[in-house]
């Protein structure tokens, strides 16, 4: 079948990388996609939230499955546009519908879903300019540090983590009043602070069923040892090593069943991924955020270890059958390291011509922000490359990207050489 794949970064060629090994993949398509997409399927030109535009490439190309990879079109509903829409309505399309993408989309309905569920997460209350005083009389009741997200979707920013009780209430009021994070700020969600260590564990659902996917550990920081500004994410391992075989029962009973069934118990359309953000405090695992889409760079340590016949997975995903799939995972480990344009995740310059990629070997060279122009690839974002590699276990792994890492260059590159510092 005719398959397109909705997004540009390391997870959207991760996906086409993976949907290309199965035999049922004819012509694959993505929209926009970087470099990396195009040297192994088509890249169109469209935004993955100009539902018209997707719509015309579905019909023109007789596509048969999408797959979404961004919060953006999920949040502003492409579910539904498609389950709305006559021409589209049996075309199998992978991401949750507006009222399953809330979970992301606002951080408050996710807490008031967990709490609805009893599925364990940090206390918390939420508060607008109205509450303002109600907030600040709020976080004096709290231990620092103190914890506040934007209740929108802020690009990855929209959660500040502050030492300081009157900086904690200048940045409640800046966020409220003064509209830090513009619209998505409008609304605050001030929770306790958890002090544990974080993975992250993914999950494929049809609404009913659900698959657990391999677990991984992003690291967002810019700066070794987890230092500096957060980032989209500086590189992943899969699997997380401890989560072993009792956290994980714990995680399956205490979070991903409720959540599956919470979604069905409230009649939610969900064919898609379900992205659970986990903090471990004294082995007890806790929700941290739903995320309604695979995470990026961990797609591109948690896909290349599904053995699976991805089609066929997502074709149980829409058809509500993914009880009766085996999911088959790779032993091996994954790890990614990003190569990053210098400056980010502040200013940083594009069209670096990036050098070396025929060289590497043994590892995956997935493309996160390039373009090609006139026969050269260069530098088109902030994180670049993710250079993947499986081994027995991820230091193995990680020593294989390192050693092709030092085969790939471009202007002021940079990246994090201690991935996996903290396992
Ligand atoms: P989020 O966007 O909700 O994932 O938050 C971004 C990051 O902030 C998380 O990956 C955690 O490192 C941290 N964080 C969020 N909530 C908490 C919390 N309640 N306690 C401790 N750290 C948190
Ligand atoms: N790596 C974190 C995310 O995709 O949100």
């Known amino acids: ?21 199965s035999k049922r993949c004819e012509k694959l398509f993505v929209a926009p996609g970087n470099a990396g997409t195009a040297s192994i399927a088509t890249n169109v030109n469209i935004k993955a939230t100009d539902f018209e535009a997707v719509k015309k490439c579905v019909l023109e190309n007789n596509i048969e499955l999408v797959v979404v990879g961004p919060e953006d079109p999920l949040v ?3 579910a539904d546009y498609f389950a709305e829409t006559s021409d589209l309505r049996d075309v199998m399309l992978i991401g949750p519908s507006k009222r399953g993408a809330l979970l992301e989309g606002s951080k408050q309905r996710a807490k008031e879903f967990m709490m609805q569920h009893n599925i364990p997460t940090a206390a918390y209350e939420s508060f607008t300019v109205e509450s303002l005083d109600a907030g600040k009389a709020f976080l004096e009741k709290l231990n620092p540090p103190y914890v506040l997200k934007a209740d929108g979707l802020a690009a990855g920013k929209g959660v500040l983590i502050l030492k300081d009780l009157n900086e904690a209430k200048q940045e409640l009021e800046n966020m409220l009043k003064h509209s830090k994070f ?61 989560a072993d075989e009792v956290l994980m029962k714990k995680i399956e009973d205490r979070i991903v069943k409720p959540t599956v069934n919470g979604l069905s118990k409230e009649n939610i359309d969900y064919k898609g991924f379900v992205f659970i953000g986990l903090i471990k405090v004294n082995n007890e695992p806790y929700v941290i955020e739903y995320n309604v889409r695979m995470g990026d760079p961990e797609t591109e340590v948690v896909l290349p270890r599904i053995k699976t016949d991805l089609v066929d997975l997502f074709e149980a995903t ?30 940083y310059e594009k069209g670096k011509e990036i050098l070396g990629l025929e ?32 081994d027995s276990d991820f230091k193995k792994a990680l020593k294989k990207s390192y050693q ?20």
């Open 1 to 21: 079948m005719n398959i397109l794949i909705l997004g540009s970064g390391g997870r959207e060629h991760t996906f086409a990388y993976n949907l290309l090994q």
């Open 76 to 78: 502003h509903g492409i």
């Open 182 to 242: 513009g619209e998505a700020s409008s609304k605050v969600v001030i929770e306790e602070f958890l002090d544990g260590i974080e993975l992250s564990v993914f999950v494929l659902t049809d609404g009913k069923n659900y698959k657990i996917l391999p677990t991984a550990k992003d690291y967002k920081r810019i700066g070794e040892g987890d230092t500096g500004l957060n980032t989209g994410g500086m590189g992943a391992v899969s699997p997380v090593p401890f």
């Open 318 to 347: 829409y058809r509500q059958k993914l009880n009766a799939i085996n999911i088959e995972i790779d032993e091996r480990a994954a790890a990614t390291v990003m190569l990053v344009s210098g400056g980010y995740p502040e200013d």
């Open 359 to 390: 060289n590497v070997e043994g590892s995956l060279v997935f493309h996160a922000g390039t373009k090609s122009e006139n026969g050269k690839i260069l530098t088109n974002g902030g994180r670049v490359l993710a250079v993947t590699s499986l």
């Open 404 to 423: 092709n890492i030092e085969k790939l260059s471009f202007n002021r590159m940079k990246y994090r050489s201690d991935i996996g510092f903290d396992l």
